[in-house]
């Protein structure tokens, strides 16, 4: 008989955004859309060349607000809306497809594709707008300091006050579309199993961080991960006295 689960928390990575069009990292030999990642996600790589930094993530900004959730991204949103859970959603990715799809309770730490941030004072500009090396800063006024507000190589991961608790308190943690390469988001799974998490993966090939995990599914997110939430939910039913 399945757990009832009262906190859930739900770590994603690119894969989840694979059937939505969206290129994982490591699909093409560690190249981004086509771009080595020294070059456009490390903090040495902006400071080289902001010019092209600014150009690949504008770039990726257009394909991004262009694409669709697809149906794994919906089916959180309906175990959100029928699981009677405290269910939070820590993603890798810096599209915004989760809240396309009315996820709640999205924490992205690695950024926003659509978040720029000034370097002089910190605002955080949100735009689906070209961003450049001459863009001004709405609250300081001071030209040329915006940054994508993505998470380079190297930089401190956002949100991860909140993720420590949801780490410590959740019950079932649950991965998707991750390969486990990139830390600290690939140790996450190793404090919530300490603190007596079930764990579980949903992925197409064997990740590196796979004896971590109680269960492994292998497949499209996008077929195996609906299956899974109706199971949950269902499971609920079966539990009435829980
Ligand atoms: P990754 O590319 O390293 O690994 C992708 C993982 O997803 C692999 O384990 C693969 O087996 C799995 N996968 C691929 N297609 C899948 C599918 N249809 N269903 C289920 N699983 C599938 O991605 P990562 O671990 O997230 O690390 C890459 C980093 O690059 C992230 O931190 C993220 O910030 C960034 N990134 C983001 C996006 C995005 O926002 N959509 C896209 C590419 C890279």
Same mark, same amino acid.
């Given at each position: 008989?399945?757990?009832?689960?009262?906190?859930?928390?739900?770590?994603?990575?690119?894969?989840?955004?694979?059937?939505?069009?969206?290129?994982?990292?490591?699909?093409?030999?560690?190249?981004?859309?086509?771009?080595? !990642?020294?070059?456009?996600?490390?903090?040495?790589?902006?400071?080289?060349?902001?010019?092209? !930094?600014?150009?690949?993530?504008?770039?990726?900004?257009?394909? !991004?607000?262009?694409?669709?959730?697809?149906? @794994?991204?919906? @089916?959180?949103?309906?175990?959100?809306?029928?699981?009677?859970?405290?269910?939070?959603?820590?993603?890798?990715?810096?599209?915004?497809?989760?809240?396309? @799809?009315?996820?709640?309770?999205?924490?992205?730490?690695?950024?926003?594709?659509?978040?720029?941030?000034?370097?002089?004072?910190?605002?955080?500009?949100?735009?689906?707008?070209?961003?450049?090396?001459?863009?001004?800063?709405?609250?300081?006024?001071?030209?040329?300091?915006?940054?994508?507000?993505?998470?380079?190589?190297?930089?401190?991961?956002?949100?991860?006050?909140?993720?420590?608790?949801?780490?410590?308190?959740?019950?079932?943690?649950?991965?998707?579309?991750?390969?486990?390469?990139?830390?600290?988001?690939?140790?996450?799974?190793?404090?919530?199993?300490?603190?007596?998490?079930?764990?579980?993966?949903?992925?197409?090939?064997?990740?590196?961080?796979?004896?971590?995990?109680?269960?492994?599914?292998?497949?499209?997110?996008?077929?195996?991960?609906?299956?899974?939430?109706?199971?949950?939910?269902?499971?609920?039913?079966?539990?009435?006295?829980?």
């Amino acid at each position: 008989m399945t757990r009832i689960y009262k906190n859930i928390l739900i770590l994603t990575g690119a894969g989840i955004s694979a059937e939505s069009g969206l290129a994982t990292f490591r699909s093409s030999n560690g190249l981004w859309n086509n771009h080595k !990642v020294e070059d456009v996600a490390t903090i040495e790589g902006f400071e080289r060349n902001p010019a092209l !930094v600014h150009d690949f993530y504008n770039e990726l900004k257009v394909e !991004v607000q262009k694409a669709e959730p697809n149906p @794994a991204h919906f @089916a959180l949103t309906k175990l959100q809306q029928e699981y009677p859970a405290e269910i939070n959603i820590v993603t890798q990715n810096v599209d915004t497809l989760h809240e396309k @799809a009315g996820n709640k309770n999205v924490y992205h730490i690695h950024g926003q594709i659509n978040q720029a941030v000034c370097l002089n004072c910190g605002h955080v500009l949100e735009t689906w707008g070209d961003v450049d090396t001459e863009t001004i800063c709405p609250q300081c006024e001071v030209s040329g300091m915006m940054k994508p507000n993505i998470v380079f190589f190297g930089e401190n991961l956002l949100c991860m006050d909140k993720v420590e608790v949801f780490l410590r308190k959740c019950d079932l943690f649950i991965s998707i579309g991750t390969s486990g390469v990139v830390y600290p988001a690939a140790g996450f799974v190793q404090t919530a199993k300490y603190y007596g998490a079930d764990t579980i993966e949903f992925t197409l090939d064997m990740t590196a961080n796979n004896y971590l995990f109680d269960k492994h599914v292998l497949g499209k997110a996008g077929e195996t991960l609906p299956k899974y939430v109706d199971e949950l939910i269902t499971s609920l039913k079966k539990n009435p006295a829980e």
